[in-house]
C-alpha cells in the first residue's frame, strides 16, 4: 500500500480495500485530490467522534458537506448549524461525543463569485469521487444507526434520487451494510426559517432525535422489534424468539 499522505492511495482507495484502521484512513484522506474541490478547500473535513472498535458506535450522523467554519476547523458541523446541532441532540437525550460525526462530501463545495466564496450543493461528479470515505467509515465503524441530516445526503447514502424530505423523513429505512436509516432536516435549513415555523421544524428534529435515541437502547438491550424489511428473529432451543 501506498506510505501515509500520498495523494496516490487516496486516489486508488476503494470500498473494496478498505483500511482497516479508521486513523490511517484520516490520514489518507486528507491528501485527497479525487475531485476539484482539492483546488479550494482550506482542509479536508474528515468524520468526528470516538475511534472504537467495529459495532461500538451506536449513531452515526451524516451531513452533506462542511461550510466555511468546518473548512477552517477541519471539523465537521463547528458553526451556527453545529452548534444547533449539538443543542437539539441534547434535548433529545444524545450525547454528540458518543456519536460519529460526518458528512458524504469530506471538502467544501463553493461559489465563487469575484472575491466572495459561498456555499454551495456538491454536484453528482463529487459526490462519486468522495463516497469511498463515508462507505468505509460505515465499513469499518459499522454503526447500528444512520442519522442522515438533509435531503442531498439521505439521496447519497441511500442511493434513492426520488427521496423527499418533506414527505419522507421521521421514519426508519433500510441502509447500507444494514444498518438502520432515520432522516430528519438538516440545521442550516432550521436556521433559515422564521417563527413561528423555526420552532415548528426545530421540535420537529428533536422528536425524530428522539426516535434515534429510543430505538438504539432497545437495540442495545435487546427489545427492539424487526423493522418492516428484517426478518423475525429464528426461535432459540427453547422455542422461545431471539434477537441474537
Known amino acids: 500500500m501506498a506510505e501515509l ?12 480495500a478498505t483500511y482497516d484502521d479508521l486513523k ?7 491528501t485527497c485530490v479525487r475531485c476539484d474541490l ?14 472504537l472498535p467495529p459495532g461500538q458506535i451506536g449513531i452515526m450522523l451524516m451531513g452533506e458537506a462542511p461550510g466555511e467554519d468546518e473548512d477552517k476547523q477541519g471539523r465537521p458541523f463547528v458553526g ?7 443543542q437539539m441532540l441534547k434535548e433529545a437525550g444524545l450525547a454528540r461525543e458518543e456519536i460519529w460525526v460526518t458528512n458524504t462530501n469530506k471538502c467544501r463545495p463553493v461559489k465563487i463569485e469575484g472575491t466572495r466564496y459561498s456555499n454551495r450543493a456538491p ?17 469499518l465503524l459499522q454503526p447500528q444507526i444512520l442519522l442522515c441530516l438533509g435531503a442531498t445526503a439521505a439521496k447519497k447514502v441511500l442511493n434513492d434520487k426520488n427521496f423527499q424530505i418533506t414527505k419522507d423523513r421521521g421514519r426508519w429505512v433500510a441502509g447500507p451494510q444494514e ?28 422528536e425524530d432525535f428522539r426516535q434515534v435515541k429510543e430505538r438504539l437502547e432497545a437495540l442495545r438491550n ?21 434477537m441474537f
Not at 80 to 86: A, C, D, E, V, Y
Open 80 to 86: 451556527r448549524s453545529g452548534k444547533l446541532l449539538s
Open 222 to 242: 435487546g427489545t427492539a422489534r424487526p423493522q418492516s424489511w428484517q426478518k423475525l428473529p429464528e426461535p432459540d432451543d427453547n422455542g422461545q424468539l431471539s
Open 179 to 206: 444498518t438502520e436509516v432515520m432522516v430528519s432536516f438538516h440545521p442550516s435549513y432550521i436556521l433559515r426559517q422564521f417563527e413561528p415555523g423555526l420552532t415548528e421544524v426545530k421540535n420537529t428534529v428533536i
Open 38 to 51: 482539492a483546488q479550494t478547500r482550506t482542509q479536508v473535513v474528515f468524520g468526528d467522534g470516538p475511534y
Open 24 to 30: 490511517l484512513m484520516r490520514d489518507i484522506c486528507v
Open 5 to 16: 499522505n500520498s495523494t496516490l492511495a487516496a486516489q486508488n482507495v476503494t470500498i473494496e
Open 123 to 139: 454536484t453528482a461528479p463529487e459526490q462519486k469521487a468522495c463516497e469511498i470515505w463515508w462507505q468505509n467509515e460505515i465499513k
